[in-house]
């Protein structure tokens, strides 16, 4: 399989997106910016459109209306496979075989991206904090492992743009202090960072700025001083009618 020749972008533009699912709309006029070294959390109750918006980000999901602009590029037919090259997602689904090992994963998602350098899968185990498991099935790894691994996997071919929903759950401490740092040199490294999560005590000092999704809408969360999850409810208080 020869992979699409990647775009590069150093900002995404979502511009008056809204997303219906028959009848109901997941997603309402919904505008945000992320640039280059941003890592953005996004914030909502359950059901709110945070995994939508990461779909439609993704590029799986179409907008019913709106853009998505990755730079100076819209998604499409002539680009959409192009975009996919630079994006890399962690979704609650791992996409991990169990019956190969941690090296044979990473090994296959990378020739997906036609990336062939073996140290960078060797790197990849190293930063995950499995290179002594690196030839054992992944079927018999805990939860924190696999996801450390998937981690890896959606990063394998270095992309500019890392959607990640709900990463830190489920992973005890050294995990979740692994996965910060991961994204902190995520950062430093330039890429663009869109994470969905709930641990508010962990986003506190990870992100760079708040985006609060209530009902398909999204709600401005206040910048500046102040914990997270103070400043997310002020927010949600706001949305409600």
């Given at each position: ?95 991990l075989y169990g019956d190969l090992t941690a090296r044979e994963n990473l090994t ?131 949305a409600v009618p």
């Amino acid at each position: 399989m020869s992979a699409a020749p990647a775009l590069d972008f150093d900002r995404v533009d979502v511009v008056d997106v809204t997303r219906r699912f028959g009848r109901r709309k997941a997603l309402a006029r919904v505008s945000l910016t992320a640039k280059r070294g941003d890592v953005i959390g996004l914030l909502g109750p359950n059901g709110a459109g945070k995994s939508t918006l990461l779909g439609v980000l993704s590029t799986l999901l179409r907008p019913t209306s709106g853009d998505v602009r990755y730079g100076q590029h819209v998604s499409g037919r002539a680009v959409g496979e192009a975009i996919r090259a630079r994006i890399g997602l962690l979704g609650h689904d791992l996409f991990l075989y169990g019956d190969l090992t941690a090296r044979e994963n990473l090994t296959f998602f990378a020739r997906m991206y036609g990336v062939t350098d073996a140290a960078r899968i060797t790197t990849a185990l190293e930063r995950a904090g499995l290179a002594d498991r690196a030839d054992d099935r992944v079927g018999a790894f805990s939860r924190g492992l696999r996801q450390r691994l998937a981690l890896e996997r959606a990063l394998i071919h270095q992309p500019r743009l890392v959607l990640l929903d709900e990463p830190f759950t489920g992973l005890d401490d050294d995990s979740t202090a692994r996965l910060t740092a991961r994204l902190a040199s995520l950062r430093e490294a330039g890429a663009i960072v869109v994470v969905a999560t709930h641990d508010f005590e962990t986003a506190d000092g990870l992100v760079d700025r708040a985006a609060c999704l209530a009902n398909g809408r999204l709600v401005p969360v206040a910048e500046g001083r102040g914990r997270l999850r103070e400043r997310y409810r002020a927010a949600i208080g706001s949305a409600v009618p």
